[in-house]
Nanobody
Framework: QVQLVESGGGLVQTGGSLRLSCAVSGRSVWLYTLGWFRQAPEKERESVATINWSDGSTYYADSVKGRFTISRDNAKNTVYLQMNSLKPEDTAVYYC?????????????WGQGTQVTVSS
């Protein structure tokens, strides 16, 4: 498994931007898919975006396509989520998670989460 530490959350106005970071530590990071998830109060956790560390392929939820960008920095072992044109409905706790590439939906390592609040 890998260890994940998120940072970068905060309060922003509608239309603003934030960049979340997820520092990844552990062995063989390239053998994982990294993802950002979010959970709003009284709602189920949902997948926001994922990236295959090895080949860089990405996935986005329809609700964030064109506004959010997931990327990775191999030298820093860090995954980013650039969030633009933020909306109040993006308010949630955002979590970074990792899944083995051979089981890309089995996210079994999680960070502690970072709060994102978008004011209207």
């Amino acid at each position: 498994q890998v260890q994940l530490v998120e940072s970068g959350g905060g309060l922003v106005q509608t239309g603003g931007s934030l960049r979340l970071s997820c520092a990844v530590s552990g062995r063989s990071v390239w053998l994982y898919t990294l993802g950002w998830f979010r959970q709003a109060p009284e709602k189920e956790r949902e997948s926001v975006a994922t990236i295959n560390w090895s080949d860089g392929s990405t996935y986005y939820a329809d609700s964030v396509k064109g506004r959010f960008t997931i990327s990775r920095d191999n030298a820093k072992n860090t995954v980013y989520l650039q969030m633009n044109s933020l909306k109040p409905e993006d308010t949630a706790v955002y979590y970074c998670a990792a899944a083995p590439i051979i089981l890309p939906t089995n996210f079994n390592s999680w960070g502690q989460g970072t709060q994102v609040t978008v004011s209207s």
